[in-house]
């Protein structure tokens, strides 16, 4: 997926629309005097314990926690970072070990043993937040520590995709002395262990990342502090961008301010686009009695028109999505064109008919004011107009930020609701087991057994992903009659920056989190 040599990953960035062309010199590491590189985004962190996030908080994470495994720049699956070594030690992949890098230590000084890494994960199934990433771990039975440098993680069953599991950042590694073994931390301060340590934090405001003197692993630092600026709005960030106030751009642009920048007239500034495997997803809660019921479910999967919010919310910035395994991945299907095909009035009038449905639906449409960029309402207006406009449908539209949206839809609170989903790992997997079984990321239990018990086990005992498209295409085939998840659209990636700044191009890992050590000033041209 990567290549050091040329400027551009081919398979995660596909298109560089830039004011400047060729890879420019980079800095070794920015000088005092030229002070922090400021990064604005759109996606603040929901909390500073990695215990309880399953989220785009992890964008922090990755930046001032460690984890056993990680994605060096070059890497397309997981490579030790924490760790020395890693690897399973049978063949049925229930066992894998894993040995530490000698004399590691938290920013703080205090050391990460083996008994820190069992810790960190045991503490995740004990505390067990709802919505949280504890549902990452069903195919952990246990972990041990051996000795101060060797962990054991048995599973339950076999389990290829373990690795993947354990580079994520829900399983960063924190220090036992400063996290409880049963509750969440409460105040605002991290110790980790990576590349950074944060030396300020302002809830919603700024998150002031500076060099960690005692960090070992696989970065290579091009920088010596960051600076993430959390904005509400992307018209505000981008003012920003080129006021000269940030240096870097990334998740929460909107579709306009996109197209303003891939002006040339933008001067000053560069945009780099790549592919992307984000999704906008919409999740009907069983809970509710209308959106319990398969026929609106169906019907409304049978009214919404994914090509015309493409272009007329986003302006062709995302492409509709009709799996909700996206493009790009082994397992990706179009079961829902397959089965709907086009916007069709009268087949959703037939799927309510014929279970005696024929008054107009009401349903509450629930969306994430700060979360997924500006579009958000619009997209949910438009989804509103669609439905009505069909005369089958009455919508109510509801609103909330972030931090209490989350709540709510993990009570089950919402009747419909919004949701995004940047991938935990690169595998058709992450984009079926999160949203499936009694304890998922939705917070609305999914009983589907064919997938939980069947499908996704035997999908998981191949190391070879190539080799797991029948699974994942029956999987998806099950998701589309229960029409419980509705795909909208899949996401491109976006890196804006001041002509000064290289690294956008390969400061994505797999799973689109920032890797703030590739970000750097230019020094030549």
Known sequence: MFNRNRCLRPAMVTAALSLVTGCSVLSPGGSADEGPIVVGTTSAPSTLDPAASWDGSWELYRNIFQ?????????????????????????????????????????????????????????????SVDGGPAGLLGSLDSVRAVGDREVVFQLNKPDATFPFVLATPAMSIVDPNDYPASSLRKDNKVFGSGPYTLRSYEDGRKAELVKNDRYQGFAERRNDAVTIRYFQDSATMVKALRDGQIDVTYRGMAADDIISLQRRDSKGLQLVEGVGTDISYLVFNPKDPWAAKPAVRRAVAQIVDRAAIAHHVYEDTVDPLYSMVPKGLTGHTTGFFDNFGDPNVAKARKFLTDEGITQKVPLTFWYTTDRYGSETAKEFQELKRQLEDSGLFTITLKSRPWKTYVVGYQKGEYPVFGRGWFPDFPDAD????????????????YAEPRITKVLLPESRRESDRANVIKQFEEAQRILVNDARLLPLWQGKQYVAANNDISGGERALDPSTIMMMWELSRKTSW
């Open 430 to 445: 992450n984009f079926i087991a999160p949203f499936v079984g009694q304890k998922n990321a939705l917070g609305t239990p």
């Open 67 to 127: 984890t056993l495994l990680a994605y060096p720049n070059g890497a397309t699956t997981p490579q030790p970072d924490a760790a020395e070594s890693c690897k399973f030690t049978d063949t049925d992949y229930r066992t894998y070990r894993c040995q530490l890098r000698p004399g590691m230590k938290f920013a703080d000084g205090d050391a990460l043993d083996a008994r820190a890494v069992k810790h960190s994960i045991d503490r995740i199934r004990t505390i």
